[in-house]
């Protein structure tokens, strides 16, 4: 399973677009980039999915270059109720692989 | 979307006892589930993959015989925390995803479970 490394933390204000990059130095070809969003006592849940370039749904876009050593997650114009712990995780495209999580970047959003 | 449940939400128990938490797949059926344990502030840790009709896989470091895993069906599995101790005290939560490949997976709202 590919490694992940982000940001610990990251401060932003209401209104503001927030980009998290996590570096997946040893990605498989078929391995595939996913972000989830976790709040307080509560499940994660799925943000986005992407293999290479960009993807967007209604709530953010993710960023990966060609060499897919990396990826961005930009959350726009963000609102308070983004504040979250937000992970990055690499996962292979065969059968029901287990997801294990990284540290997550714990994301704050002041008024 | 999917939904996966899981009950209780919370629990408290006593030292000694055993607790048991269910995960269910509400509108799909799911072959494989996770159990992940989380400390406050950290991240989730895996302690095992839950499989219809047949033993658990479990993580390196997580005693199988106090964390007992049965997915006795294709919409549950359950998680028995056996002669619980202080600091079996997290949240627990489970997993699962509609079929193989890379779909998304679906969490529970999280156990908190509470030992003293």
């Known amino acids: 399973l590919a490694k992940t490394t982000q940001p610990i933390s990251m401060d932003s204000y209401e209104g503001q677009e927030v980009n998290i990059t996590c570096s997946h130095n040893?990605?498989?070809?078929?391995?595939?980039i996913t972000w989830y969003q976790q709040f307080p006592s509560q499940g994660p849940r799925f943000i986005i999915q992407g293999y290479k370039t960009k993807v967007t749904n209604e709530v953010a876009s993710l960023f990966i270059p060609a060499d897919r050593k990396s990826s961005t997650l930009s959350l726009p114009r963000v609102s308070l109720s983004d504040t979250a712990v937000y992970y990055c995780l690499v996962e292979q495209n065969t059968g029901f692989q287990k997801l294990v999580f990284g540290t997550g970047t714990r994301l704050l959003v002041s008024p | 979307g999917a939904v996966v449940s899981q009950h209780p939400s919370w629990v408290i128990c006593k030292s000694g006892t055993s607790v048991k938490i269910e995960c269910r797949s509400l509108?799909?059926?799911?072959?494989?589930m996770f159990w992940y344990r989380q400390f406050p502030k950290q991240s989730l840790m895996l302690m095992a993959t839950s499989n219809e009709g047949s033993k658990a896989t479990y993580e390196q470091g997580v005693e199988k015989d106090k964390f007992l895993i049965n997915h006795a069906s294709l919409t549950l599995s359950t998680l028995t925390v056996t002669s619980a101790h202080p600091e079996d005290s997290s949240f627990y939560i489970c997993?699962?995803?509609?079929?193989?490949?890379?779909?998304?997976?679906?969490f529970g709202q999280g156990t908190r479970l509470t030992v003293v």
């Open positions: 040893n990605i498989a070809t078929n391995d595939y």
């Open positions: 509108d799909f059926q799911a072959t494989t």
């Open positions: 997993s699962a995803r509609r079929q193989q490949g890379n779909t998304e997976a679906f």
